[in-house]
């Protein structure tokens, strides 16, 4: 049984840091969430355990930690059905070559460059439990992802979901995002072959059949409640239920098949019907709770099984180096040449990048599937931290070296804005925290 | 035209390069799997008076090692069949110089046995304190 007062102390410590350090972040014109992360790393070994190792043991003893880690784990499976549940395919349409060329071109680029380093890290930061297509595999997954919802925070924050620029930069966003979860879903997969219970073929095979039955079957279903919801005007708590079942099933299914949980969250979060109104109210019914509560345990719990003391001596911070240019390069790179090579000037191309080397905290998720079922070693773990905060720490700085508000304002808006008007009003409306997307700077 | 040929040097060679990487990285070899569990055989390890051990921890990240005996942490590296680690002196309570003081931990690995055994010397930089030899048996391996 869990200590239930020592619990509640870890929540409100947790909670408090994750603010005060959010809202000193946002004094720097840094989205809130990147304070969060960091509020989380203060708590653990790298810092707390430091300064102060009697406090953080009595804090956070280690065998508290299973209660911490299994309710940050349900805020995350409510965070990535809201994430799911944001993504808009009106966001793919419409977008011409640019967006095509250069999303694929966000993703193919890192995750070739993360594989080619895997090269030069695997016999020196993994272990032979760990195959070399495994561990490639995540670090190109790994270096492939960008944060679409820390991505529209700053594209709306600065007034740019209607230019040409975030119009581009948020389909390819949106691309990234569901490519990178398919891609991860295959490497844990692989990783997992046959240590989870099930055959591979078993996994790849009902994987698939899932995936076809929610987009198929279950997405027309639940078409039904939409209709439900126009009729009645909100999300009723029996709908509300209904639909957080849902996503707990889908998330159990996937679990069950040897994927992640994450990904039937994710998915059922995708298939829900997409009417704004229906999307503003569910998101507006689960969004603060788990943003302002649920996800700073999550960013907490990172936190403390990140060990910045691992990346020791001169040798280690060259792979933390090589890391954090290789995801740059990759990503920023990438991106950036696409958009160059196939129309956008100069700068908007740069903008593009620098857009898109956003990784917020959906590598953070990434990154503790892979240290859960080992794929990457502790070191490896606080270095790819390490370089998620650098990679979202670095993006509004280089945004207006690159290519000043002042400047972008006045480029070209994109000819179908339906979906970036979406996104950018459900900011609107609610001020500080709107859409899971939008607002949280989560991502 | 022109964005079909883009495609190709920005999706296409990329995504061919990878096949490459795959096959060519399938002949590299990582270190043994070190990390988890060590069990100390026979006695348990007396590093000071008062103060024994039975089991201790290894974190891995490749190379690179973290030996965890109680509160003390000691990094440093495996290489070949040996391993190496040492943590400089600590403000402990309730500690004696032994554990204390500068400690270095050298061993050799049997990466052949199942489960792996290790056996060495943990060695203490402080007058008095005689080193202390020990085997020990991996006896749960952390990861999947």
Redesign the interface.
Known sequence: MPDLGLLLVQIAVVVIAARVVGLLFRHIRQPQVMGEMVAGILLGPSFLGMVAPGLSARLFPAASLGFLHSISQVGLLVFMFLVGLELNPRLLRGRG?TA??TS??SI??P??LG??L??H?????????????GF??FM?AAMSVTAFPVLARILTERGLMRTRVGSVAIACAAVDDVTAWCILAVVVTI??AG?HGLPPWMTVAGSAVYVAAMVLLVRRALALLERRYRHNGRVTQDMLGLILLVALASAWTTEALGVHALFGAFLAGAVMPKDEGFVHALTGKLEDVTVVLLLPLFFAFTGLRTRIG?V?GAQ?WGFCGLIVLVAVAGKFG?SA??AR??GMNTREAAAIGALMNTRGLMELVILNIGLD??VI????FAMMVLMALATTFMTSPLLELVYPARLLRHSDAAPDDAAADDAASRVDRNGERAGVTVDTASG | M??VA??F???GV??A??AA??R???R????????GEWRVEGMALALDAGDTVSAFSV??????V?VVVGPRAL?GRFAGDSLTAARGAVRMDAAGPCVAGAVRLDVRVDTAARPMRMWGTWRADEPGCAPVRFAATQAA????
């Open positions: 070559h095509v060329v694929h071109a193919v680029v995750f070739f594989s080619l895997s090269l890290l695997y016999p020196r930061l993994s272990d032979a439990s760990v195959t070399f297509t490639a595999l190109g990783v997992r240590g691992l020791e280690m990438g040449v696409a090579l196939t079922i080992g070693s502790p070191a490896v | 022109k964005n883009v495609y040097l920005l999706v990329p995504a390069g990878l990487i795959l060519a990285g399938n590299l070899h990582a270190p043994p799997h070190l990390a974190v891995q990240s490749g190379e690179h973290e990094r391996r952390e990861g999947r």
